[in-house]
């Protein structure tokens, strides 16, 4: 069988092995398929500078959309996700035991983000993006932060029982707020902390 998948005939091999007609016969009625011959001439060839400049291109374009605060704010969540612990960290936040993303909760509330900590802390964040929008329009986006985080907070505390002195309260987006907003904040009872994460993530890449 080897000497036909070779490209031998079968008359070849019954006269040089003494195969029996019958054998031969029945050999003759199955449709034997020989191994095709490769032709390396044809291989694909991975250019590994091809491959690499793809990597740079890519990076080059995240780059150029984090100097612009052009990031979507479901990228921009991406890109916290995965830069959390320095983020975290940055703000003496206690290291991360789990981390959950646009997480929905009771009345169909989405919260961006939600972290629990290794000391028995939460954090819940809101995140987000000016997406290249004008600076008259991003205030507006951090004022509805405030509200949005303090309501947070207490349908979480309902739902899981999240005690406020064990609940960090914090925005993070992809540029820094106005004086107005400061001071908005530093009206608030409670702790809400801000954080600019851009040039963490600009500082990792």
């Not at 070849?12 to 031969?24: A, K, M």
């Not at 390396?40 to 780059?63: H, K, P």
């Not at 605060?69 to 479901?74: D, K, L, Q, T």
């Not at 009345?107 to 008259?136: F, M, P, Q, W």
Request: proline content about 2%; overall charge neutral; aromatic content about 8%.
């Amino acid at each position: 069988m080897a000497a036909i998948l070779g490209g031998q005939s079968l008359s070849q091999v019954s006269r040089r092995y003494n195969i029996p007609d019958g054998t031969i016969h029945d050999w003759s009625a199955h449709k034997l398929v020989r191994p095709r011959k490769v032709d390396f001439s044809r291989a694909i060839v991975i250019d590994q500078s091809s491959v690499a400049l793809a990597i740079t291109n890519e990076s080059n374009t995240f780059l150029e959309k984090a100097k612009h605060s052009r990031f979507s704010e479901r990228e921009l969540l991406h890109q916290i996700k995965t830069y959390a612990a320095s983020i975290f960290g940055s703000l003496g936040y206690a290291p991360i035991e789990d981390l959950d993303i646009e997480t929905r909760v009771a009345n169909g509330i989405r919260v961006d983000l939600l972290a629990k900590h290794t000391d028995g802390t939460y954090t819940l964040a809101e995140v987000k993006s000016c997406g290249g929008s004008a600076l008259k329009s991003r205030g507006w986006l951090l004022y509805g932060a405030i509200g949005q985080v303090l309501y947070y907070a207490e349908v979480l505390r309902d739902v899981l029982g999240l005690d406020d002195e064990k609940t960090n309260l914090l925005i993070m987006a992809d540029y820094s707020p106005d004086l107005h907003f400061r001071r908005a904040i530093g009206q608030i009872k409670r702790r809400v902390d801000f954080l600019n994460v851009l040039p963490i993530i600009l500082g990792n890449n």
